[in-house]
C-alpha cells in the first residue's frame, strides 16, 4: 500500500523560508514522477512543483526562482525548498506520486506566511 507523509509546515513571516519534506513507502519510489500541490481556502488545488524520475523540474510561474523541488531516492523523499515566502503562499500543500496506474496523495501540511 502506497503511502506519503508529508511534514515541515509551519507559520512563517514573509521574507521566510520554510523545507517541506515528503516521504514515500510502498513503491518503487525512483520509478516515478512526483509533486508538490497547494489548497488555499476558496480555491482550487494547483500544482506548485514537479520532478521526474530523472530529476527534471518545473515550476508554476508563480513560485518560479523562489520555490526549488528535489528528491532522494535512497531516501525515498522529496523536498520542497521554499524561500522569500509571501502571504499568497498560504495553503495546504501536498505532495502527490504519478504512478502507472493511478495517482497517491499525501494528507497535507499547513504553510501559513503571516507576519
Known amino acids: 500500500q502506497v503511502q506519503l507523509v508529508e511534514s515541515g509546515g509551519g507559520l512563517v513571516q514573509p521574507g521566510g523560508s520554510l523545507r517541506l519534506s515528503c516521504a514515500a513507502s510502498?513503491?518503487?519510489?525512483?520509478?516515478?514522477?512526483m509533486g508538490w500541490y497547494r489548497q488555499a481556502p476558496g480555491k482550487q488545488r494547483e500544482s506548485v512543483a514537479r520532478?521526474?524520475?530523472?530529476?527534471?523540474?518545473n515550476y508554476a510561474d508563480s513560485v518560479q526562482g523562489r520555490f526549488t523541488i528535489s528528491r532522494d531516492n535512497a531516501k525515498n523523499t522529496i523536498y520542497l525548498q521554499m524561500n522569500s515566502l509571501k502571504p499568497e503562499d498560504t495553503a495546504v500543500y501536498y505532495c502527490?506520486?504519478?504512478?502507472?496506474?493511478?495517482?497517491?496523495w499525501g494528507q497535507g501540511t499547513q504553510v501559513t506566511v503571516s507576519s
Open positions: 502527490r506520486l504519478d504512478s502507472t496506474r493511478r495517482v497517491y
Open positions: 510502498g513503491t518503487d519510489f525512483k520509478l516515478y514522477a
Open positions: 520532478i521526474t524520475s530523472k530529476g527534471s523540474t
